[in-house]
């Protein structure tokens, strides 16, 4: 697997396969007789920077990318042998911000122990990973070789938090770097581990003054966050303030990990009202324009969640982050990302508003015109961004006729995808309205006449 990708269910594969499958309309059945769920679609950073170093370990050549051809061959003969219908991969609101691919991550044995190293931890033999989003952290600089001792889960609990409310940083350091590496790969131990005595003791280090303390206990953090019932109880803990404080202050692979943990917590609908109300969506914000790629990435995903909801879609409005945002899609940098945050935004009037103000019309259409889009999920999250701004009525219809936009939507409304062309449409026929209320023209002097004359006699 040389480019792995996670997908909303959970499961891992190569880009290229998710591509194929989602341009031929095809779901696969699993071996285990699941069905995956392409809506959302994260960079498996971890797997592939493991198996990167699994074949640098054992001197084997790196995996190489399928092609898109061969992927889709595979896919139309698996679709020749299967009964399945095909059915629609995305829905409006949540796919299409990447194009990812298809090829389940297996590998064979569970690694025995971890490495210190400044790259991520080499493995003495192939390991079979649980697939986790990109958020999820992986070994860094400040990780030591950590061995495990055969103990009951109660035990392990115990001799972690002890440790953790140690005086001596260096039992605290060796603390959070064990959690971390057993949260890793260990969906149980996430499960039991996550309990509000060890959050409590977690707390405090994620604000520790000592790098490797705060890097590490925030990145066990995110692995504890990773399973869905850990979201809401991390939350209630009173871990999000000192998440925010990292994001304002922290290291930057402290302010990596702690992006990640918010894309994390914010999947989970009963953290976002919180989340925006204890104050992530600035920081959150700024961190957009961070000089690490995956922290834009996780920063983005983030307010995309968070924006799901009313109460953060207004805070954000107020916080100007609309023309944050729209400068990000003119740069080109996470339009596909940004794109579905300013799709949520044009939900609400008040978002709406604001892009119009900020000259969202214009720039859609000229992103359009000029192909700038590198997928086609970025042209129907476009394409959607500028029918939510279509029900402001003749505001909208001025603006898009001063844009030229109706030969840029003739345009997609033949040649684009379908969910495009059904967008288009619509928008065309606004604006055709706009067209059909001009024909009628009404002459104002004869109008102002008739109503002077009809005073006049009535005065005498």
Not at 148 to 161: A, F, K, L
Not at 180 to 207: D, F, Y
Not at 435 to 446: A, C, F, G, L, P
């Amino acid at each position: 697997m040389a480019d792995p990708v996670i997908v909303s269910s959970g499961h891992t594969f190569e880009r290229n396969s998710v591509q194929a499958c989602r341009n031929l309309g095809f779901k696969p059945t699993l071996s285990d007789g699941s069905v995956p769920d392409f809506s959302t679609v994260i960079q498996n950073i971890a797997i592939k920077f493991t198996i990167l170093n699994w074949c640098d370990k054992f001197s084997i050549d790196c995996p190489k990318p399928l092609p898109l051809d061969d992927a889709e061959n595979l896919v139309r003969t698996l679709m020749a042998n299967s009964d399945e219908s095909i059915s629609e991969l995305a829905d409006d609101s949540d796919s299409n911000y990447m194009k990812l691919t298809h090829a389940e991550t297996e590998l064979t044995q569970r690694p025995t122990h971890f490495y210190s190293s400044s790259d991520d931890s080499l493995l003495t033999t192939p390991l079979q990973l649980a697939t986790r989003p990109s958020f999820c952290s992986s070994p860094s600089s400040s990780e030591i070789e950590i061995v495990n001792p055969n103990s009951t889960e109660e035990e392990e609990e115990e001799d972690i938090i002890v440790k953790l409310k140690s005086p001596q940083v260096f039992e605290q350091e060796e603390a959070v770097i064990s959690l971390r590496n057993i949260t890793r790969t260990n969906e149980e131990s996430r499960v039991s581990l996550c309990t509000p005595r060890l959050l409590s003791a977690l707390r405090s280090l994620i604000a520790s003054r000592y790098a490797a303390v705060q890097i590490n206990s925030v990145a066990a953090l995110v692995n504890l966050s990773l399973e869905k019932t850990n979201k809401v109880k991390i939350v209630r803990a009173g871990i999000v303030p000192s998440l925010i404080d990292v994001l304002k202050g922290g290291s930057p692979e402290s302010q990596e990990h702690a992006a990640g943990a918010f894309f994390s917590l914010a999947v989970d609908d009963n953290n976002k009202t919180a989340i925006g109300a204890l104050g992530a969506l600035p920081p959150l914000l700024h961190l957009l324009r961070s000089s690490s790629e995956r922290t834009r990435h996780d920063a983005a995903m983030a307010l995309y969640h968070l924006s799901l909801v009313q109460s953060n879609r207004s805070k954000l409005v107020k916080l100007g982050s609309v023309q944050t945002l729209l400068g990000l899609v003119r740069s080109g940098d996470l339009m596909g990302r940004v794109l579905l945050v300013l799709c949520n935004l044009g939900t609400c009037n008040e978002g709406r508003v604001a892009m119009l103000d900020a000259g969202a019309v214009g720039v859609f259409v000229d992103m359009l015109r000029d192909d700038e889009l590198n997928s086609t999920g970025t042209l129907e999250n476009c394409i959607a961004a500028l029918y939510s701004l279509s029900h402001c009525g003749l505001r909208f219809k001025g603006l898009a006729k001063e844009a030229q936009a109706m030969e840029v939507l003739n345009k997609i409304e033949r040649t684009g995808t379908e969910r495009a062309r059904v967008k288009a449409k619509r928008i065309l026929q606004v604006m055709k309205e706009r067209n059909q209320q001009e024909e009628v023209e009404i002459n104002w002097e004869k109008v102002l006449d008739l109503g002077f004359s009809r005073a006049r006699t009535q005065i005498l």
